[in-house]
């Protein structure tokens, strides 16, 4: 086990979009009993000496122009709920601490990227984008990572016998004890973990309480931290309301970008793909526009489920202005592999042939994209299976069959098939006086089923150059149908 | 006196005609003879081909299927945009087209089979695109030009023999009436390159120049 602790000290002030950049100093602040403290601060107001934990008299006096704002822990809330989703993109064991970590489990995540250098580095990246401040420690166990995170130690512990040596020259005030206690410690000179380690264990229990050997247990893993991991729902659905009514698709690309990013952090999550997924529309006073769309291909790739569900936006009518979005994830399946494209980035790979025709397919309809297949079947019209989609599992099943020596007709067949057969005297310029005919093949199939087929074939070659696959049908020898095209 | 004449025809700036100068890439047709006429050696890709044939079943795809096959050749893929019948598998297996990277697709309206088309020109996936159209704007295909440069893909046009008199912005256009194969218009092509015939095989078509539309005029002695 490896340990990640993400703690976001700025969190109050990080859930404002553009808070920490603009130009006039801000605070965040929250009433402690009569006092009102300062929790975050801008650059701009940490820049004139305003610090987290100040009381707001002193703070104003430092900075005179200091606006302050109450702080929204409901927000912050939300905010930490979809921290946590996204970091299930990295990891399946991501815990909730306290109102500012995360812990999260890397160890095994690690084989998945490389090494835990080139994991961190996309968690930093993907951190740093969404622009909130972080601080970050990697141990062995969830305390020592949570103290490494406060305390600013960069380095990766493995090892939990290494923690020791780590651990001893940081401040007692970095980690988790009571303040009290740390004061008591402080004043028998006990500053540091180091010195708090050289002293007899039973003693300390009973002079400072016995917070204080659990909790040097804890930091080196001699006793186990209860980790509550966060709870993936079974299913996903997510829902999005804004204030006020969107009308035009494209737009309605943002909330719905916002939960596929959410859904494809659930996938990978769960390791599972999806492969339809729902879009519900909501309007003020109309019934939901439902949207359906499959996929040729199970997919947990973010970009690949927005740019399909582009591509359905851009042809979707909305009968009136939308309110809210709910996203539902309605067939998934377990994901085989690691997917090859699972953690390429937007732009890094180009398109691949599925990813096209699933936008294809999105766009311009489920029964738009065929694939075919040759099966194993003399009557023309039969030995072409067609499937709808771009799916390849009933492509893949009978990929053999059209390897079969038999089944790929030596003879020259047409590059055209009409399905339904045309009755020759209604194929448009027909004439029989400016036809040829070649020798026929007879096709004599499927007695046992209902589309009994005794015909013999020819191809027709037209005075104007048309090459026709024509048939007489041997028990109505004056019926001749056209069946085929030689494009 | 002739060393000095070979040393100025091989001057850059020493432009002759009758030279073919390839400006794309191009792709082998599979023809030889049609092949040798053509600048680059044959179809140009990254550029838009489009065939005007009278009726079909004049063997306007089989005259394109073996340049398909070898576009396919790198793993790439093979699409029909909106065919006007059903594509038959065993005919498209037998002439060397890989079924699994192949797709035909159905598109209701004009404007979506451009639209298909286009997407699938740009994202370089496919080696191969065949399209079928009827009516469409002259501002159409010059997407559908503009996106067949941005790929790598050989882009073929099926409309009818009506409009070969009409201007289009394809860079190479055929006609094909019975078995008169006629080069309408070649970029990067100096003068007439001449008819052809198509003639059928049990394997598809073959292309031969046409006896009368040699090139080289007779030389008569005078006496």
């Known amino acids: 086990m490896l340990w ?56 104003q006096a430092l900075c005179a122009g200091l606006k302050t704002e109450m702080r929204r822990p409901k927000d912050e809330d939300a905010a930490m709920q979809n921290l946590a989703l996204w970091a299930l993109g990295y990891s399946a064991q991501v815990a909730r601490h306290g109102t500012h970590t995360l812990l999260v489990e890397i160890g095994a995540s690690c084989r998945l990227f490389g090494n835990e250098r080139r994991l961190l580095q996309a968690i930093a990246t993907d951190l740093e984008r969404e622009a909130y401040a972080c601080m970050a420690g990697v141990a062995a166990t969830p305390a020592a990572a949570r103290l490494f995170a406060q305390a600013g130690i960069g380095r990766i512990v493995r090892d939990v016998d290494a923690l020791r040596d780590i651990i001893a020259p940081l401040a007692l005030v970095h980690g988790e004890l009571p303040a009290e206690t740390c004061e008591a410690l402080a004043a ?55 204030p006020y009514a969107i009308a035009s698709s494209t737009a309605l690309l943002f ?26 529309f909501a309007h003020e006073d109309h019934p939901d526009t439902v949207v359906d769309l499959g996929l040729g291909q199970a997919s947990a790739d973010r970009e690949h489920l927005v740019a399909v569900v582009r591509a359905r936006l851009e042809r979707l009518a909305l009968p009136q202005g939308c309110t809210a979005l709910t996203l539902e994830l309605s067939e998934t399946q377990a994901l085989d592999a690691p997917s090859r494209d699972l953690f390429v980035r937007h732009g890094e790979a180009p398109e691949d042939a599925q990813q096209l025709l699933d936008r294809l397919q999105g766009r311009l309809g489920d029964t738009a994209v065929e694939r075919f297949v040759v099966q194993a079947d003399h009557r023309p019209e039969l030995c072409v299976g067609a499937t709808h989609g771009s799916r390849f599992s009933s492509l893949s099943t009978s990929r053999q069959t059209h390897r079969d020596p038999w089944v790929v007709p030596t003879k020259m067949r047409p590059m055209f098939l009409l399905p339904k ?67 | 006196m002739a060393a000095t004449i070979e040393s100025l025809l091989h001057r850059p700036d020493v432009w002759r005609g009758g030279e073919h100068h390839a400006t794309t890439p191009t792709l082998a047709s599979g023809h030889r003879e049609l092949d040798a006429a053509l600048p680059g050696g044959g179809w140009p890709l990254q550029a838009l081909t489009e065939v005007c044939h009278a009726r079909p079943g004049l063997g306007e795809l089989s005259l394109m299927l073996p340049a398909f096959a070898r576009a396919m050749s790198d793993g790439r893929w093979l699409l029909f945009v909106s065919a006007p019948h059903l594509p038959y598998a065993p005919a498209l297996a037998a002439a060397g087209i890989d079924l699994e990277r192949f797709a035909h697709l159905r598109c209701a309206t004009t404007e979506q089979a451009l639209w298909a088309a286009e997407q699938a020109l740009r994202s370089g996936v496919c080696g191969a695109i065949a399209l079928w159209l009827g009516q469409s704007e002259p501002n159409a295909l010059r997407r559908l030009q503009l996106a067949a440069e941005a790929g790598r893909s050989l882009a073929v046009l099926y ?38 015939v198509l003639r059928r095989s049990p394997h598809g078509v073959s292309v031969h120049a046409e006896a009368a539309s040699a090139r080289v005029l007779p030389f008569v002695r005078a006496r």
């Open chain 1, 4 to 59: 990640l602790a993400l703690q976001f000290p700025r969190l109050a002030l990080d859930t404002r979009m553009g808070a920490e950049a603009q130009s006039e100093p801000l605070a965040i602040i929250e009433p402690q009993g009569a006092r009102r403290i300062v929790v975050a601060a801008n650059a701009a107001a940490r820049a004139q000496g305003v610090r987290a934990g100040q009381v707001l008299g002193a703070a």
């Open chain 1, 188 to 242: 028998v000179g006990v500053r540091s973990y180091g010195a708090l380690l050289r002293l007899p264990r039973a003693e300390v229990a009973r002079r400072f309480g016995q917070v204080v050997p659990d909790h040097l247990d804890t930091l080196l893993g001699r006793r186990t931290e209860v980790v509550v991991p966060m709870r993936i729902a079974e299913r996903f659905r997510q829902h999005l309301e804004w």
């Open chain 1, 255 to 280: 909330p719905a970008r916002r939960l596929l990013v959410a859904a494809a952090h659930w996938l990978i999550a769960c390791q599972r793909a999806t492969t339809r997924l729902r879009l519900s």
């Open chain 1, 421 to 487: 057969p045309t009755p020759i005297e209604q194929w448009p310029g027909f004439d029989w006086r400016k036809a040829r005919l070649s020798l026929p093949e007879r096709i004599e199939s499927g007695w046992w089923d209902e589309a009994d087929a005794t015909r013999d074939y020819y191809r027709l070659d037209q005075n104007d150059g048309a090459r026709l696959w024509v048939f007489q049908n041997r028990q109505a020898p004056r019926d001749w149908f056209v069946q085929g095209i030689y494009a």
């Open chain 2, 159 to 196: 409309r009818s023999l009506a409009h070969a008199d009409q201007a289009s912005p394809a860079a190479l256009r055929l006609a094909l009436d019975g078995e008169q194969l006629r080069i309408v218009k070649c970029r990067g092509a100096l003068g007439n390159l001449g008819r052809f």
